[in-house]
């Protein structure tokens, strides 16, 4: 999602193989995530700016595993509940368009098809996000999506429209 739109389709064209574990696909997966992330973290050590976009999903993510007691979902699994949400946000704003929203979801629903628990309750979510240690002044910053392959940063995001991403992913 925050690479390009030539290596999201090509991971969506070959998702069977993905799902498979084909050796061809998964190194090509693994060998463009990691030299993505090197290139980032490269040009923002410090986690000062562009760094911030590989927390796509986090922020909600955290607070998953947290309610959960970081037993009913691991990292990756609440990272992709999260990433879900955050989708729903970005296309709610109108910064991502409705086939674009469609096409990630289905493909993140290939491999994690899974739901929010019942068990996990809104108001606890709501409670640790603002507990997330990414906050600054008192704000957290989530990265959303304006397009696959254009991930855009905001402080903004309104507690009526984390509710809305929350219930989408029941």
Do not use: C
């Not at 060998?31 to 976009?53: H, Q, S, Y």
Request: net charge positive; glycine share 4%.
């Amino acid at each position: 999602l925050l690479l390009d739109r030539e290596y999201f389709f090509s991971l969506n064209d070959n998702a069977v193989l993905a799902q498979k574990r084909a050796p061809r696909v998964m190194q090509k997966v693994i060998k463009a995530g990691l030299m993505f992330k090197t290139r980032i973290v490269e040009m923002d050590e410090k986690e000062n700016d562009i760094r911030r976009v590989l927390n796509l999903g986090h922020t909600l993510g955290h607070a998953i595993e947290a309610a959960g007691n970081y037993e009913k979902y691991l990292h990756g699994e609440a990272v992709f509940l999260g990433t879900k949400a955050v989708l729903q946000i970005s296309h709610k704003r109108k910064l991502i368009s409705k086939n674009e929203f469609e096409t990630i979801i289905n493909l993140i629903d290939k491999f994690f098809p899974h739901k929010l628990f019942e068990s996990i309750k809104t108001e606890e979510l709501l409670d640790l996000i603002k507990k997330d240690e990414k906050v600054q002044d008192g704000k957290n910053v989530w990265v959303l999506l304006k397009e696959i392959g254009q991930p855009t940063m905001v402080d903004d995001v309104k507690k009526k429209e984390i509710q809305d991403a929350i219930e989408f992913l029941r």
